[in-house]
């Protein structure tokens, strides 16, 4: 089991991008949100994506497992690479990537199951054929709940505290064996010490799995990521709120040495 | 007042007055009355269902058990005994159409709740609902005529002409199939706003984990909905037993023991329709017997309110 994660995982340990992306456009309605989004997620790394509220950080995250198409009126232009396929072309199935790509949201949101259903929910409808007992197991283990939940696996997952089920959600994202975790500010519903569990829980399990979070707090990113993205909104055209990537590089670099004079204004709290 | 004894008059404002205050007095006893009112109303409507059903079984033409076990129901023979005071051949003719009822419009509902609140688009939904809510307010007579005119020639056409099986003009799939059609917009409709009360959280994060819109819908909202979908049921299953004018018109009035929908059946609520139209004086065994079989009603649908409660508890998942 602990094996063959890490064999599906080896492919991966070469310097090519697990995600990138090319001149990245998303529209809803027609209305552009996000423009030009050119960006190239490292494997094995955590990377941050951070900004002001609004400017697209959650709508850039969402495209790379398609959760867009949920969304009526929805439209991405560009080209977005996963493992080098086009995620975007017509014979892809949405429904298979994002059994291959996992996403933690903001508030927790268990289904309303026990704790063991919770966890076997991804398995189960990818008709998992090994041992689920365990499968559970190790999830629980790999998100750092396990000692928490192993003598109430029945219980209901709705019954744990905010942090343990936003573990348990990361636990369920891990179940389906994803390569690639995607989280939308997942502490920002917790208190600081479960904030600090889940970030402790994101450097551990980096090892395994490329991360990508967004997130409203710098400090966190700081702490946390190996590379930083930094979102805002399009200057010149300040009343469109069109989403743009500033800049993007090596979060120390990034935070202690900025290359742009917006970056350095957010970063330093003067604005955002 | 007092504010100005105390001079603090730029707080006068935070007193009521006298008129105020006996004005909100009036108010909450208003809507009092009206509370009480209701329920003074169902008491009421209890104690003389109960003391009419208790002076029926005080009869000695009648026995609580035979009435209870028996299995024939021939209230209007001209020598009253137990023998003929059996309900079981109504019971069965009301649980007969509504069962047939149920199996047509539990998953017809289920399905046209899952289309709306999971397929469908906004627009699509729009148009939808209002027809939904149409069905729901045609008249009852008029789906009785409906099923004696369109549906019992049809249920003629294919299980006589072409099944060859003796079917009866007045029969209790013709009543179920149109009290079913009754009850399609309420389980539908109860059901699709369960549904839709399902936090948007929940179905992302299952399809983030890569469930299909079909998986989605069966193994996330459904379940989660299920309290409000029993409920759904629950209600739709009463309104089917308690339905009257269709089933009156369509299903007969001939109380029979038997599992066949082709034959013709008595439901409790139509032989209630048949004594009340007929000229039973009060007090006689036959105006008593209709409490009877009203208590018998009220039982049934009470018993399936407990049966929900039950379910709901036991299965439900809370979301909150």
New interface residues.
Partial sequence: MENNIRDTHLKNQSKEPIIETKGLSVFYNNRLAIRDINIAIEPNKITAIIGPSGCGKSTLLRTFNRMNDLIPGARVEGKILYNGIDINQKALDPVGLRRHIGMVFQKPNPFPKSIYDNVAFGPRINHYTGNMDELVETSLRQAALWDEVKDKLKESGLALSGGQQQRLCIARALATQPDLILMDEPASALDPVATQRIEELMIELKEKYTIIIVTHNMQQAGRASDNTAFMSLDRENIEARIGILVEYGKTEQLFTNPRNKETEDYITGRFG | MQAKKSGQSEHSKLLLSEDSRRREGLIAFIFKAAAVLTILVTIGIIVSLLSETIGFFARPEVSLWKFLTGTRWQPLSSKPSPENFGILPLVGGTLLVAGVAALLAVPVGLGTAIFLSEYA??KLRKIIKPVLEILAGVPSVVYGFFAISFITPIIKTVFEGWLGLKVMYFNALSAGLVVGIMIIPMIASVSEDAMRAV?R????????????RF?VAI??VT??ALSGIVAAFILAISRAIGETMAVSIAAGSTPNMTLNPLKSVQTLTAFIVQVSFGDAAAGSINSQSIYAVGMTLFVMTFVMNLISDLVLRKFR????
């Fill in positions: 688009t906004e936090p959280s929940l179905r992302e994060g299952a399809f983030a984990l890569g469930a299909t998986e193994k996330v379940p989660a998942e809370v979301y909150e």
